[in-house]
């Protein structure tokens, strides 16, 4: 399994080997940013399905601490 790099420009996202480093620098000249998320996946494909992945945990896990959050204040206000 190889790992993988993000690159995003505007709502495009470009996924490189990160033992392409030639392309990765020609993408950062042209104005793409690197993304935090790396992964291990058999291909580019693979890789571009696991951040999709990553991405739907994450929205999950904000939406569960802001409905936590919410339902903490309710409580707290109706067992005053």
């Known amino acids: 399994m190889a790992e993988f790099c993000f690159y995003k420009k505007h709502n495009q996202v470009a996924v490189v080997s990160k033992s392409e480093t030639s392309k990765a620098a020609s ?14 996946a058999a291909d580019a494909e693979s890789a571009l399905a696991r951040l999709a992945e990553i991405r739907k945990e994450e929205i999950a896990t904000q939406r569960f601490m802001i409905l936590g959050t919410a339902f ?9």
């Not at 993408?27 to 291990?40: A, N, P, S, T």
């Not at 204040?73 to 005053?80: M, P, W």
């Open 27 to 40: 993408l950062v000249g042209k104005g793409w940013k690197k993304m935090f998320e790396e992964v291990r």
């Open 72 to 80: 903490s204040d309710f409580l707290t206000a109706f067992l005053k």
